[in-house]
């Protein structure tokens, strides 16, 4: 789903893309109310909700990419921190689906779901004004004029516009004929009432069809674009969030199954994931406003996160008792809110001079494979051991591997250098 959202957000903005993911979740959650059948629900509970998310997410993701510079690590630490507070949506789930049954429950999520179209309505695009080569504002700081990506990486409408009509005037020039800025000045009346204009008019219309040409072939290359595999940052960035996505839900869901293995009462393994989520929350945050504080590279403190996430999880069978298995939870909290909060802030930087939307649709394409991988992995680890400790000992080693590419970044920036 990840490199369709990119070339529906190059394409038509992050505006309508956002949009277009909510009438997606919501309809999926409206047309489930009908559902019959299993195979039914995996389309209009799997397929469409999924779709729509990703709309969503990658939407919101590169916005805040744009409308924040100096504070990016934070700002994205705020925006996905409600996302450590999921735990409150199974109590939630729960009363609604006991007040007005399954069906009542998931129109009502619809419903919910609806108010995403006002907060999409706000991912308006950033008006960039130049003034004698200076510093260009926008609504996120100050940035640099001669910064190609502040320039063209603040509003993809506009920067598709102004290649457009680049492509256009070089065709139209080609064959002979005046540019945009040559036809539209005149006056409608003027070019209907007086003969030598209405050649404008035909002029019009040749470039209206030049101008779909454009955008038919600006989607082609947008769609068969390879020049990210060729950038070993790429690489280095995908490789990571591969297994660190592979490994992130494995704790997840074996958490609570864990502790009744070890005879811990239910109200008392829920208090894990609440715990959990909170700390999560809140380490976001910190997390995001170290990282802007720039003492160090960001995909260092990305790194140093992800060995100590593979170093809890390798020790997690260790933790047999309640308390053992609380101070667990939360050190693993702490260092898995740490390093998601610095996913986006970390690409931003290794993406460089690539579409951030690409960079991001594309890496995001194989961490999806590794989400869905990685629970049934583990269920199989349970099967064939009798026990969850290989689940976390499955997960601390993803963990660990995740980290191992970044430590070649600067490798790929010495090579980037020597052909520069």
């Not at 504070?71 to 925006?79: N, P």
């Not at 779909?212 to 995908?238: E, G, H, V």
């Amino acid at each position: 789903k990840g490199p369709l959202v990119a070339i529906i957000c190059d394409i038509f903005g992050e505006k309508t893309t956002s949009i277009l993911g909510t009438f997606l979740v919501t309809g999926g959650y409206l047309i489930s109310s009908w559902a019959t059948s299993i195979p039914f629900l995996c389309v209009t509970m799997g397929l469409l909700p999924g779709l729509g998310s990703a709309f969503l997410y990658q939407a919101a993701a590169v916005v805040t990419t744009k409308y924040f510079k100096k504070r990016l690590a934070l700002s994205t630490a705020i925006a996905r921190s409600g996302m450590g507070l999921t735990f409150l949506l199974a109590p939630f789930t729960k009363f609604l689906i006991d007040l007005y049954d399954w069906t009542g429950a998931l129109i009502l999520f619809g419903a919910i779901t609806l108010n995403l179209v006002p907060s999409s309505m706000l991912l308006r695009p950033i008006h960039i004004k130049n003034e004698n080569n200076s510093d260009t504002k926008d609504e996120g700081g100050s940035l640099s004029a001669s910064d190609p990506e502040a320039l063209c990486g603040t509003e993809t409408t506009y920067c598709n516009e102004t290649q457009e009509s680049t492509i256009k005037d070089s065709t139209m020039q080609k064959a002979g004929q005046p540019s945009k800025s040559l036809t539209t000045s005149q006056n409608q009346s003027e070019e209907l009432n007086n003969g030598p204009n209405r050649k404008r008019l035909l002029l019009i219309s040749n470039e209206e069809s030049y101008e779909k040409k454009a955008i038919l072939w600006s989607c082609k290359q947008k769609l068969f674009d390879i020049s990210l595999f060729r950038n070993p940052f790429f690489y280095i960035f995908t490789w990571s969030f591969l297994l660190s996505q592979l490994a992130y839900f494995i704790p997840t869901f074996h958490l609570v199954a864990r502790a009744k293995t070890l005879d811990i009462d239910i109200m008392d393994a829920s208090y894990l994931v609440s715990v959990a989520g909170i700390t999560e929350t809140v380490s976001q945050i910190i997390s995001g406003w170290v990282a802007d504080q720039n003492w160090i590279k960001k995909y260092h403190y990305h790194k140093s996160y992800l060995i100590l996430c593979g170093i809890t999880n390798l020790l997690a069978p260790l933790a047999t008792t309640f308390p053992l298995l609380m101070t667990y939870t939360i050190f693993f909290a702490i260092f898995a809110g740490g390093y998601l909060a610095l996913i986006l802030p970390v690409l931003v930087d290794l993406s460089m001079n690539s579409t951030v939307h690409r960079f991001l649709g594309l890496a995001g394409f194989f961490a999806g494979m590794a989400i869905l991988a990685g629970p049934p992995i583990a269920g199989w680890l349970y099967d064939y051991t009798q026990t969850y400790t290989g689940s976390f000992y499955f997960s601390g080693i993803c963990y660990l591997l995740s980290s191992v590419s970044f430590f070649f970044v600067p490798l790929a920036e010495r090579w980037k250098n020597s052909l520069t």
